[in-house]
């Protein structure tokens, strides 16, 4: 069963937002938003959920015109209240909107140097799965299964510098995000930030990786790899010894 299904239960006999959530190991607004997306309704048999009790003011002053506009206690026309909350709850996925209430609390560095991360982290992966071994490094695909005497199989075929071009191009574009990331981090973040110092560690790494491409891109003097592509993509063999 879900775990809405199963807090709704748990609400249904008396449990409070704070207890179902703990339970769940879910958020209070998540559990708050499964009430209102759902149609969560107590049994009156059940315990009341005990509410904070506030000191009741009086009327407004005089001339206050905090409430000009609204009539009978509606939200005044245009108001977007409904649209700040009841609009998330109602049409995004309670995993999404956990992820948004866990960002309430992270400040704009904080955000970016998340995504700082997880750039960093996809263009190192990168250099293993993207990898080409050598000019005769081909790979082929099956696209299609033939069935029948008429029937036949296709393949797609990915030569090395096809997969050369397209891995350093592809890096190339995340290196530049990256380095606006850091250049943006670095912009906003406090003086004394401790994850500036980690940033060099980053800087060095990714400098090393664009290094090795100016060396297969012919930066360099060793454009053996290069060439080898180049040949093997004009009909050669690759082999220029």
């Not at 506009?69 to 509606?74: Q, R, S, V, Y």
């Amino acid at each position: 069963m879900e775990k809405y299904k199963l807090a709704e239960q748990d609400y249904n006999a008396g449990m409070k937002y704070k207890d179902i959530a703990e339970k769940y190991n879910v958020t209070l607004n998540t559990v708050k938003s499964w009430k209102k997306r759902h149609g969560w309704y107590r049994d009156r048999g059940a315990p009341e959920l005990k509410g904070v009790h506030t000191k009741e003011r009086g009327g407004a002053s005089n001339g206050n015109k905090h409430a000009v506009g609204n009539k009978g206690g509606a939200a005044p026309k245009n108001n977007q209240n409904a649209l700040k909350h009841g609009l998330y709850s109602k049409y995004m996925p309670d995993e999404t909107l956990e992820i948004m209430n866990s960002m309430k609390e992270m400040s704009a560095p904080d955000l970016i140097w998340n995504q700082i991360q997880i750039q960093y982290a996809a263009i190192i992966r990168a250099q293993k799965i993207m990898w080409v071994e050598n000019a005769e490094d081909e790979t082929r695909v099956q696209t299609q299964a033939g069935f029948g005497d008429s029937g036949s199989d296709k393949y797609e075929y990915q030569f090395a510098w096809d997969k050369q071009a397209n891995f350093l191009n592809a890096q190339s574009r995340a290196m530049s995000t990256l380095s606006g990331l850091i250049k943006q981090f670095i912009a906003i973040a406090d003086e004394h930030d401790e994850r500036k110092a980690k940033l060099n560690q980053i800087i060095a790494s990714t400098d090393n990786i664009q290094a090795r491409t100016a060396l297969i891109k012919g930066a360099e003097k060793d454009t053996t790899l290069l060439n080898k592509l180049l040949d093997v993509a004009k009909g050669g063999n690759g082999d220029l010894e």
